[in-house]
Nanobody, 125 residues
Framework: QVQLVESGGGLVQAGGSLRLSCLAS????????MGWFRHAPGKEREIVAA?????????YYADSVKGRFTISRDNAKSTVYLQMNSLKAEDTAVYYC?????????????????WGQGTQVTVSS
């Protein structure tokens, strides 16, 4: 089983930047596709960004974050990152990282079997 631990959340002002990290406790990290999701009150958990397994550079971004957020991974550190720039109040949510063992990027949370506990991101102003 894969354990995922998010970090880097916090309170930032609109227009600011934040980088989230997700550390995976698994040696075969490169075999997993990774995704970032967020869950705001009153809304469904939604995809933010996803990146395929190592060896495939395919990435996906939700339209709402395209051009502002960047997903990346460091397999040597078993870590996936979400760089968030130009943050907006609408980005306020609990952010989760998740892992799948598929052959492509996936946007549905139902395709992910491993989940972290989440980290709160709050954007003020």
């Amino acid at each position: 089983q894969v354990q995922l631990v998010e970090s880097g959340g916090g309170l930032v002002q609109a227009g600011g930047s934040l980088r989230l990290s997700c550390l995976a406790s698994v040696r075969t990290f490169g075999r997993y596709g990774m995704g970032w999701f967020r869950h705001a009150p009153g809304k469904e958990r939604e995809i933010v960004a996803a990146i395929n397994r190592s060896g495939d550079s395919t990435v996906y971004y939700a339209d709402s974050v395209k051009g502002r957020f960047t997903i990346s991974r460091d397999n040597a550190k078993s870590t996936v990152y979400l760089q968030m720039n130009s943050l907006k109040a609408e980005d306020t949510a609990v952010y989760y990282c998740a892992a799948n063992f598929g052959s492509s990027v996936y946007v549905s949370p139902h395709e992910y079997v491993h989940w972290g506990q989440g980290t709160q991101v709050t954007v003020s102003s």
